[in-house]
T-cell receptor
Framework: GENVEQHPSTLSVQEGDSAVIKCTYSDSASNYFPWYKQELGKGPQLIIDIRSNVGEKKDQRIAVTLNKTAKHFSLHITETQPEDSAVYFCAAQNAGGTSYGKLTFGQGTILTVHP | NAGVTQTPKFRILKIGQSMTLQCTQDMNHNYMYWYRQDPGMGLKLIYYSVGAGITDKGEVPNGYNVSRSTTEDFPLRLELAAPSQTSVYFC????????????FGQGTRLTVV
């Protein structure tokens, strides 16, 4: 089955700096890669996703890049703000056949943005 | 629009007790999922359902059971609770299944002592 590795496990930055979180996946059939943000005491919430037919996607201060050959994808947050502090999860999905929307998650990254 | 609602938010169980974690969604989603979240381990899929009356095992189903009698509800049953089931449980739903956003509930924090 699919295996997703996420690094780093914790990341501390100063407000205004950039933050990068990296994930690798093992199943070359995976073709959908969402990123979720989990604030304290809440469930994960989708912040951005990318499909395997594109290499990069951007939404304001957040961007995701995908390298299918190397089987890794990354989340980039620019101009970080204290409200970006949360746990971030990457995930992978084989969006076809009998996947039925099942997601394989990375271990999570605790991002702390210091004012 | 409530989205995905889980109850209870917190629960302490004694070893060997049973309980049902409730999950309901009001988005008319066919696909529903139960994940557990352990520290430093990400989320692991327990069970999922592609529609009323249809359920299947995920990655870590042992010690759990589910049912899906309606589109809205997807309860998770723990029989004979064990300390290894101490975790945070999340219910989620999607509209199309693959390739679309999963909506999560706020979670149930379960401690088995």
């Amino acid at each position: 089955g699919e295996n997703v590795e996420q690094h780093p496990s914790t990341l501390s930055v100063q407000e205004g700096d950039s933050a990068v979180i990296k994930c690798t996946y093992s199943d070359s059939a995976s073709n959908y890669f969402p990123w979720y943000k989990q604030e304290l005491g809440k469930g994960p919430q989708l912040i951005i996703d990318i499909r395997s037919n594109v290499g990069e996607k951007k939404d304001q201060r957040i961007a995701v890049t995908l390298n299918k050959t190397a089987k890794h994808f990354s989340l980039h947050i620019t101009e970080t703000q204290p409200e970006d502090s949360a746990v971030y999860f990457c995930a992978a999905q084989n969006a076809g056949g009998t996947s039925y929307g099942k997601l394989t998650f990375g271990q999570g990254t605790i991002l702390t943005v210091h004012p | 629009n409530a989205g995905v609602t889980q109850t209870p938010k917190f629960r302490i169980l004694k070893i060997g007790q049973s309980m049902t974690l409730q999950c309901t969604q009001d988005m008319n989603h066919n696909y529903m999922y139960w994940y557990r979240q352990d520290p430093g381990m990400g989320l692991k899929l327990i069970y999922y359902s592609v529609g009323a009356g249809i359920t299947d095992k995920g990655e870590v189903p042992n010690g759990y059971n589910v049912s899906r009698s309606t589109t809205e509800d997807f309860p998770l049953r723990l029989e004979l609770a064990a300390p290894s089931q101490t975790s945070v449980y999340f219910c989620a739903s999607t509209y199309l299944g693959q390739n679309t956003e999963a909506f999560f509930g706020q979670g149930t924090r379960l401690t088995v002592v």
